[in-house]
């Protein structure tokens, strides 16, 4: 039995994500607040552009699926919200042995074997660096004037998030072999305010 509230798009075009995704939003009005799904592409470029300056190479993305607001992960989450024209959250998800991996090539290849405050900055400063960078991608398309938190770093075992969203967009990454995953809960601004 499929999951009403977890559709995957597989081998897709960001297009046709965004034709997908217009889809959703139809099916997904009724439920409360709703995401623009042209909203994810400026993450998805600045995820990869950012990564590969690190030396990784090879950022894949791997699917894209919508889910509700609720998020349980295990592991470290970065957490990043936006304010301005574009409100919400934009959350950085990965294992500890991958974050362990992330900061290493970050800190140009030196071991991290425990995940201690060094690795952890590096860590949070990848997810602030992302987003930053999305605010540029979001500018060259109209969207101006945002802001971003600082990171907040989230680390642990059967971690819950609740994004103020009543859908998140999840993207799951393929970082030199390691699994990342981008969790996105943004509301544009109504215009007519």
């Known amino acids: 039995m499929m999951d009403t509230n977890l559709l ?6 960001p297009l046709e994500v965004v034709s997908q995704c217009y889809k959703w ?19 998805i ?29 295990e592991g470290v989450l970065v957490h990043i919200s936006l304010v301005g024209k574009l409100k919400g959250a ?44 999305a605010c540029t991608q979001f500018s060259q398309v109209g969207i101006t ?8 770093l989230l680390m642990g075992h059967e971690v819950q998030a609740i ?5 998140t967009v999840a993207i799951n990454f393929s970082v030199d072999s390691l699994n990342v995953n981008v969790y996105v809960g943004l509301l544009q601004e109504d215009s007519q305010k």
Do not use: W
Request: a negative charge.
């Open 8 to 13: 995957i798009l597989e081998d897709t075009t």
């Open 25 to 43: 939003t139809i099916a997904y009005k009724k439920r409360g607040k709703v995401m623009d799904m042209n909203l994810i592409n400026p993450l």
């Open 45 to 73: 470029i600045s995820f990869t552009d950012i990564l590969t300056q690190f030396g990784f190479q090879s950022v894949e993305r791997l699917d894209i699926s919508m889910i509700g607001s609720t998020l349980d992960y």
């Open 90 to 133: 934009v959350l950085i998800g990965m294992s500890l042995d991958s974050a362990k991996h992330i900061a290493s090539k970050m800190m140009m290849g030196m071991i991290v074997a425990e995940f201690d405050s060094m690795a952890q900055s590096a860590i949070s400063e990848m997810g602030n660096m992302v987003c930053a960078n």
């Open 145 to 152: 004037g945002l802001d971003i938190s600082p990171p907040l």
């Open 163 to 167: 994004l103020p969203v009543s859908q």
